[in-house]
């Protein structure tokens, strides 16, 4: 008969092991969380993207203007119309975009209720959304009533990573490249 061999680990190999498992997730967790970020960066930007692609078809369907404004929002997360603007050269949408188009051809600009076209929600603990204006409207031919470029800059609350979305004068909607270097 020939001597039982032993199978499994040591202590020692199991925790050698476990010690280069955790250096590696060490280094790999400021990455995972770079990622992350960049990528909720980039998903509430083409959520915007989709909004005014939207608004804009929409306004070209209808024939008459189509509005995207600052969604104001309640506790529960339903749509009270849109956010009252504070005023200054910068505004920001911290709770999202709202799409919406006035019926029975009233055509007052504002928010009523049951106008509601679409919504995109947004994370304002995790993205800021800035723009020059409270609201955007698009004419009844797709293109911007301001007849001038504007332009959408979302940036994680790290100050790590920008991206901007611009809206040209013809009602047309591009998301731009990722950027590191926040200004």
Known sequence: ??????????????????????????????????????QRLRSHGLALLGCLQYARAEALRRNQPVYLCA???????????????????????????LVFADRGGVGNGYYDSGERLRLAMFDGAQVAVRVPMRQLALTAEGRLQAAEAVVFRLASLSGRHCLSLTVAADGRASLGAMDDACR
């Open 1 to 38: 008969m020939g001597i039982a061999s032993q199978a499994g680990l040591t202590l020692l190999e199991l925790m050698t092991a476990l010690a280069i498992a955790a250096i590696g997730g060490s280094l790999a967790m400021p990455l995972l969380g770079q990622s992350l970020e960049r």
């Open 71 to 97: 969604a104001n929002l309640k506790r529960n997360r339903e749509l009270q119309g849109c956010l009252p603007s504070p005023g200054g050269a910068r505004q920001t949408w911290p709770e999202g975009a």
